[in-house]
């Protein structure tokens, strides 16, 4: 199979600190990582794609500054919420995907395995 | 650039009756059309997927969906439904080279005993 786990699953925190959550594919190699953004009852948004070794990939309105993002590995990628305040909470999600079918360097399969979430909460 | 509307932000059924969740797709180029499901504080799991091929698509769980390209829609249907299938539900479009999915505002199921 194709795990992805998040961690924490929850995490309370004061505004004004920061808070990092940790995103591990398991059992397989993780080219790209995506981290979405999800407010409640409400559709996942696309936040950044992370590619191993290189920066992150930011969508528009999303403030690099504020939502680091780090992959040191094939298999971790990591999101450190800066300063965070109350508008900050949210349940933030990650995926992960082997590979790109067609693209060189690897077949891969293209399916996108995502994570059990995180759900941040700033006092 | 891709979009997807799903009609219907909530459908409630009867157990045993047919679900029918409704997904249409804007893309330029011929698209990658998913199916999530999500439990309450989970992740999402994937129910299928469309890529190439055969458009009737065969998922987890006894649903299935059918791309048709004439109607850009990919509706997700089940025969019957169980109380299991209570949940939200997204449908995802991507461009085939890069997989960056763009999600539907989703669904809430509910089943009624």
């Known amino acids: 199979g194709a795990v992805v786990s998040q961690h924490p699953s929850w995490v309370i925190c004061k505004s004004g600190t920061s808070v990092k959550i940790e995103c591990r594919s398991l059992?397989?190699?993780?080219?790209?990582m995506f981290w979405y953004r999800q407010f409640p009852k409400q559709s996942l948004m696309l936040m950044a794609t992370s590619n191993e070794g290189s920066k992150a990939t930011y969508e528009q309105g999303v403030e690099k500054d504020k939502f680091l993002i780090n992959h040191a590995s094939l298999t971790l990628s990591t999101l450190t919420v800066t300063s965070a305040h109350p508008e900050d909470s949210s349940f933030y999600i990650c995926?992960?995907?082997?590979?790109?079918?067609?693209?060189?360097?690897?077949?891969?399969?293209?399916?996108?395995?995502f994570g059990e979430g995180s759900r941040l909460t700033v006092l | 650039a891709q979009s997807v509307t799903q009609l219907g932000s909530h459908v409630s059924v009867s157990e045993g009756a047919l679900v029918l969740l409704r997904c249409n797709y804007s893309s330029s180029v011929p698209p990658y059309l998913f199916w999530y499901v999500q439990y309450p504080n989970q992740g999402l799991q994937l129910l299928l997927k469309y890529t190439t091929g055969a458009t009737l698509v065969k998922g987890i769980n006894g649903f299935e969906a059918e791309f048709k390209k004439s109607e850009t829609s990919f509706h997700l249907t089940k025969p019957s439904a169980h109380m299991s299938d209570a949940a939200e539900y997204f449908c995802?479009?991507?461009?085939?080279?890069?997989?960056?999915?763009?999600f539907g505002a989703g669904t809430t199921v509910t089943v009624r005993a």
């Open positions: 059992d397989f190699q993780a080219t790209t």
């Open positions: 995926s992960a995907t082997k590979g790109f079918p067609g693209l060189a360097g690897g077949p891969g399969t293209g399916e996108l395995f």
């Open positions: 995802a479009v991507s461009e085939p080279k890069d997989y960056k999915l763009s």
